[in-house]
């Protein structure tokens, strides 16, 4: 058994580090996609995409599903905003609470994005088999488990 102490951290065999670098390639690429042809960011497209399936979350909702920090939430809801693809609503009962929902234009950018991120997903997929693709998605469901053993990071029904 080794000693704590003694044991060397390798970044290139450490799941974590391996994990991010990965995710933060995947991002990269796709993110780059969505600049190029729609001039919105990385930040931008998770909140249109989180509201693209669930329109009428709060700010704090948002930051939830997507797990981006509520200044970075805010920063790229403003934009958004300003740029006209997403909409917000004061709640009339608690006016601390708004909706974010996307504008018309803002569903045609989603609408325009959705097949671009499909088939950047099958070209990653293309890489695996069917078995190992299903896999990959047990494994990525169980690692989340243990990550957040407290919420459903993917799923998000509604109770």
């Excluded at 989340?144 to 990071?153: F, K, Q, T, V």
């Amino acid at each position: 058994m080794n000693d704590a102490a003694g044991d060397t951290l390798r970044l290139d065999t450490f799941l974590p580090f391996r994990l991010s670098v990965l995710s933060n390639a995947v991002s990269r690429k796709i993110a780059d996609m969505y600049e190029r042809e729609f001039d919105i960011s990385i930040w931008q497209w998770r909140i249109l995409a989180v509201l693209g399936e669930n329109d009428g979350l709060t700010s704090t909702e948002v930051a939830g599903r997507t797990l981006m920090d509520k200044p970075a939430v805010s920063r790229a809801t403003a934009s958004l905003i300003e740029r006209g693809l997403v909409t917000r609503t004061s709640d009339s009962v608690d006016r601390r609470k708004s909706a974010l929902r996307l504008s018309d234009a803002g569903r045609e950018v989603y609408d325009a994005v959705i097949p671009r991120a499909l088939a950047y997903e099958a070209e990653l997929m293309a890489a695996l088999s069917d078995e190992e693709g299903h896999a990959l998605h047990a494994l990525l469901t169980r690692l989340a488990e243990i990550a957040s053993p407290d919420r459903d990071l993917w799923s998000h029904r509604e109770d």
